[in-house]
T-cell receptor, first 112, second 113 residues
Framework: NAGVTQTPKFRVLKTGQSMTLLCAQD?????MYWYRQDPGMGLRLIHY???????AKGEVPDGYNVSRLKKQNFLLGLESAAPSQTSVYFC???????????FGEGSRLTVL | DAKTTQPPSMDCAEGRAANLPCNHS???????VYWYRQIHSQGPQYIIH???NNETNEMASLIITEDRKSSTLILPHATLRDTAVYYC??????????????FGGGTRVLVKP
């Protein structure tokens, strides 16, 4: 099993460009999450999903959009990247509401 | 969600037990205590969670006080690979809210030879 896979792992964007981060899990998990982590900080929740076709806002949703068209995939989009979105992005999934949270390896995004 | 308070950092000796404290004095009856750790810049890794009773697995033990206002994560024999930031989180298990976990600052643990 691959677990939680994030692509790409590294990306450099110019201000105003758009991009999509893909999170894929092969564990048939219902819940999926996108977090960002800035240097020296804890993780902050951007958006999450409690099942296929559902999405909801987390703590810091502004400037991001998400989609969960397929149960195994959770996409995070930046429509117009800003330098403040330079961060490491982590995707996570879990099978049930109280289960273990599995994280991907992270995607490092730099916006110039 | 109840807030948690952890020391910002602590050192421990390799081979000794590491006891990581967490205060959650405002915890409510239906909130679980979770522990995760993050090694360097990797994704956080689940360690253990519990509600009332003490829990043990292959990685660690979780001791929750009887009043549930604090807990201690115990790494029985710390190794250099246990050097990481450890996060204590409390959360209500509520399906519609997605059971979101909020990661605070955590405790930076340095295991020394």
């Amino acid at each position: 099993n691959a677990g939680v896979t994030q692509t790409p792992k590294f990306r450099v964007l110019k201000t105003g460009q758009s991009m999509t981060l893909l999170c894929a899990q092969d564990m048939n998990h219902e819940y999926m999450y996108w977090y960002r982590q800035d240097p020296g900080m804890g993780l902050r929740l951007i958006h999450y999903s409690v099942g296929e076709g559902t999405t909801a806002k987390g703590e810091v949703p502004d400037g991001y959009n998400v989609s969960r068209l397929k149960k195994q995939n959770f996409l995070l989009g930046l429509e117009s990247a800003a330098p403040s979105q330079t961060s490491v992005y982590f995707c996570a999934s879990r099978r049930s509401s109280d289960g273990e949270l599995f994280f991907g390896e992270g995607s490092r995004l730099t916006v110039l | 969600d109840a807030k948690t308070t952890q020391p910002p950092s602590m050192d421990c000796a390799e081979g000794r037990a590491a006891n990581l404290p967490c205060n959650h004095s405002t915890i409510s009856g239906n909130e679980y205590v979770y522990w995760y750790r993050q090694i360097h810049s990797q994704g956080p890794q689940y360690i253990i969670h519990g509600l009332k009773n003490n829990e043990t697995n292959e990685m660690a033990s979780l001791i929750i006080t009887e009043d549930r206002k604090s807990s201690t994560l115990i790494l029985p024999h710390a190794t250099l690979r246990d050097t990481a930031v450890y996060y204590c989180i409390v959360r209500v298990v509520y399906k519609a809210a997605g059971n979101k976990l909020t990661f605070g600052g955590g405790t930076r643990v340095l295991v020394k030879p």
